[in-house]
């Protein structure tokens, strides 16, 4: 069935690069998606990334998209501490319904 | 601005007890769903419905039933609330049809603890 892979843990530097990355299974997803959960709080949408496309830039968040070996990723330039969260990885499916599989979540700590 | 509301953020209920976790969205959307969060686990989504009436078991419906008597309230409801229903439960909701460009909205969430 779908499923949708990512990594639990990222450390990073304050200032440095963040990468998240994720795996996905379903061939036919028309939109792919990155949200981002701050602490105890529920989850709001970052950015999402059409399937025909390879990379969508906004602002400090870079996504990239491989099509071929079903990878996506999350880049987020000059991490701040403020970018400390879970980012969870998704993926749409299921046509018009729109329903959506979620990876487990990446947490991100930015260290000073 | 968009909104999907859960009337509680944090709960606390004894074994035993039926518990009601309420959500309200005001975008007129058709679909909502109900997930639980754990550590580890991620989000597994519990139910959803399609519409008034309607609903469709999750991944994890079990000791869980859900109400949609109106288009903009979901409710799950724990009939008898046990200690590994402690969790963090999240609502949320989207329009049907829309090949999701946006996703889905969520609701802040809230944190049952079950003693």
């Known amino acids: 069935g779908e499923d949708v892979e990512q990594s639990l843990f990222l450390s990073v530097r304050e200032g440095d690069s963040s990468v998240i990355n994720c795996t996905y299974t379903d061939s036919s997803s028309t939109y792919l998606y990155w949200y981002k959960q701050e602490p105890g709080a529920g989850l709001q949408l970052l950015t999402y990334?059409?399937?025909?496309?390879d990379m969508k830039q906004d602002q400090r968040l870079t996504v990239l998209l491989n099509k071929k070996d079903k990878h996506l990723s999350l880049r987020i330039a000059d991490t701040q501490t403020g970018d400390s969260a879970i980012y969870f990885c998704a993926e749409s499916f299921g046509g018009s319904q729109g329903n959506l599989i979620f990876g487990k979540g990446t947490k991100l700590s930015v260290k000073p | 601005d968009v909104k999907v509301t859960q009337s509680s953020r944090y709960l606390v209920k004894r074994t035993g007890e039926k518990v009601f976790l309420e959500c309200v969205q005001d975008?007129?959307?058709?679909?909502m769903f109900w997930y639980r969060q754990d550590p580890g686990l991620g989000l597994r989504l519990i139910y959803f419905?399609?519409?008034?009436?309607?609903?469709e078991k999750g991944d994890i419906p079990e000791g869980y039933s859900v109400s949609r008597e109106k288009k903009e309230r979901f409710s799950l409801i724990l009939e008898s609330a046990s200690t590994n229903q402690t969790s963090m439960y999240l609502c949320?909701?989207?329009?049907?049809?829309?090949?999701?460009?946006?996703?889905?909205?969520f609701g802040s969430g809230t944190r049952l603890t079950v003693v």
């Open positions: 419905s399609y519409d008034v009436k309607m609903k």
């Open positions: 990334i059409f399937s025909n496309m």
């Open positions: 949320a909701s989207n329009t049907a049809g829309q090949v999701v460009v946006g996703g889905y909205t």
């Open positions: 975008m007129d959307h058709e679909n």
